[in-house]
């Protein structure tokens, strides 16, 4: 089966700089995705890592290794909006497509 | 990226009766999947749909509580029957991007449907 964990909660001031880790054990791997939900939303895709290594897409990076099993997010210049959940997901092997996600930080970022 | 419409977006419904949410994709998909969402909690799959034969369902998850629909490759309908408090909760459905190819490609969610039972 398939697991994922990441801390419950993460507070950080406006424009300082988060990483909200994850490890996982999985019986096959496809790669970690990063997705951000906010309260009463649907939750967004932000980043996939298939490779080690950091994957950067503007102020949110992502970084995987897979010898670890284990990856984060870092999120720079936070602003007050980054307030918000953040799942780490893995695809389930075989091809079900099924998508099973961590229990999800909850980001606050403070004034 | 996929664009999903669910309907209806919230809902309080009386115990005992039965609620059908709707998904409608942009797009042909093949398989769309059904999330469940506890207050403060995770995303838990319920079942995955499937165009043209029955839906697989998650351990937990039985179909005469959850019948699930798949028409044709771009709607698919989640109904929850024989309601109880203990299924309020928040349904989303979802959709892989990219064609099923899993090298990058996130999935896409409906708004999501805020069930209450009273």
């Known amino acids: 089966g398939q697991s994922l964990e990441q801390p419950s909660e993460v507070t950080a001031v406006e424009g300082a700089i988060v990483q909200i880790n994850c490890t996982y054990q999985?019986?096959?791997?496809?790669?970690l995705s990063w997705y951000q939900q906010h309260d009463g939303g649907a939750p967004t895709f932000l980043s996939y890592n298939a490779l080690d290594g950091l994957e950067e897409t503007g102020r949110f990076s992502s970084f995987l290794s897979r010898s670890d099993s284990y990856g984060y997010l870092l999120l720079q210049e936070l602003q007050m909006k980054d307030s918000a959940s953040y799942f780490c997901?893995?695809?389930?092997?075989?091809?079900?497509?099924?998508?099973?996600f961590g229990q999800g930080t909850t980001l606050q970022v403070k004034p | 990226s996929a664009v999903i419409s669910q309907k209806p977006s919230r809902d309080i419904c009386q115990r005992g009766t039965s609620l059908t949410i709707q998904c409608q994709v942009d797009?042909?998909?093949?398989?769309m999947f059904w999330y469940r969402q506890q207050p403060g909690q995770s995303l838990t799959l319920i079942a995955t749909a499937n165009q043209g034969s029955e839906a697989t369902y998650e351990s937990g998850f039985v179909i005469d509580k959850f019948p699930i629909s798949r028409p044709n490759l771009t709607f698919s309908t989640l109904t929850v029957s024989n309601m109880s408090p203990e299924d309020s909760s928040i349904y989303l459905c979802?959709?892989?991007?990219?064609?099923?190819?899993?090298?990058?490609?996130?999935?896409?969610f409906g708004s999501g449907t805020r069930l209450t039972v009273v």
């Open positions: 999985t019986s096959g791997f496809y790669g």
């Open positions: 797009s042909q998909v093949t398989m």
């Open positions: 979802s959709v892989e991007d990219g064609g099923g190819e899993p090298v990058g490609y996130g999935y896409t």
């Open positions: 997901a893995v695809r389930s092997p075989g091809n079900t497509g099924k998508l099973i």
